[in-house]
T-cell receptor
Framework: QKEVEQNSGPLSVPEGAIASLNCTYSDRVSQSFFWYRQYSGKSPELIMSIYSNGDKEDGRFTAQLNKASQYVSLLIRDSQPSDSATYLC??????????FGKGTTLSVSS | EADIYQTPRYLVIGTGKKITLECSQTMGHDKMYWYQQDPGMELHLIHYSYGVNSTEKGDLSSESTVSRIRTEHFPLTLESARPSHTSQYLCASYASGANVLTFGAGSRLTVL
């Protein structure tokens, strides 16, 4: 059974702080890793993808991948109240459907 | 803006009714998916298709059925709706080259 594990939270951070979201996965042959953001009542939207070990930066977001530890994380710098949402980690092998974690709820207080 | 459309956005119906949730995409993607999500809960894959005349069941058992007669169209049908079917149904399509899964706005179904 392929699994993607996330701490459900809520993770609470003050405005301007760094939010760190973590995800582990069980299938060692997973090749692609994604972070989706989902606002309440809305559908998920892709914010980051990462395929190779190391860091990938996009604006205030940094995704980190460690395949040996089967671990992927998302850092949000200078967190804003508008970042308050549920963040979904997803993994897949080439050509297969994405498997999603349960999501981590982030709350950024002003 | 994603070119994947779901209708209806909201539907309230009585038990025993047949319903079809529509999903269309204009991007020419071969791979399409249906996920089910209860409020505040995780996404569960219920059906997927890798092309015309191809349909498969997902990880979560569902009483719904799907069809893929045209590339752009992937409707989901419930022959006899029950209150346990109350949920949000999210359609998505996959761009293989870009390795990106894009979701529609969702259909929120309430069965009384």
């Amino acid at each position: 059974q392929k699994e993607v594990e996330q701490n459900s939270g809520p993770l609470s951070v003050p405005e301007g702080a760094i939010a760190s979201l973590n995800c582990t996965y069980s299938d060692r042959v997973s090749q692609s890793f994604f972070w989706y953001r989902q606002y309440s009542g809305k559908s998920p939207e892709l914010i980051m993808s990462i395929y190779s070990n190391g860091d990938k930066e996009d604006g205030r977001f940094t995704a980190q991948l460690n395949k040996a530890s089967q671990y992927v994380s998302l850092l949000i710098r200078d967190s804003q109240p508008s970042d308050s949402a549920t963040y979904l980690c997803a993994v897949n092998q080439a050509g297969t459907a994405l498997i999603f974690g349960k999501g981590t709820t982030l709350s950024v207080s002003s | 803006e994603a070119d994947i459309y779901q209708t209806p956005r909201y539907l309230v119906i009585g038990t025993g009714k047949k319903i079809t949730l529509e999903c269309s995409q204009t991007m020419g993607h071969d791979k399409m998916y249906w996920y089910q999500q209860d409020p505040g809960m995780e996404l569960h894959l219920i059906h997927y298709s890798y092309g015309v005349n191809s349909t498969e069941k997902g990880d979560l058992s569902s009483e719904s059925t799907v069809s893929r007669i045209r590339t752009e169209h992937f409707p989901l049908t419930l022959e006899s709706a029950r209150p346990s079917h109350t949920s949000q149904y999210l359609c998505a399509s996959y761009a293989s080259g870009a390795n990106v899964l894009t979701f529609g706005a969702g259909s929120r179904l309430t069965v009384l």
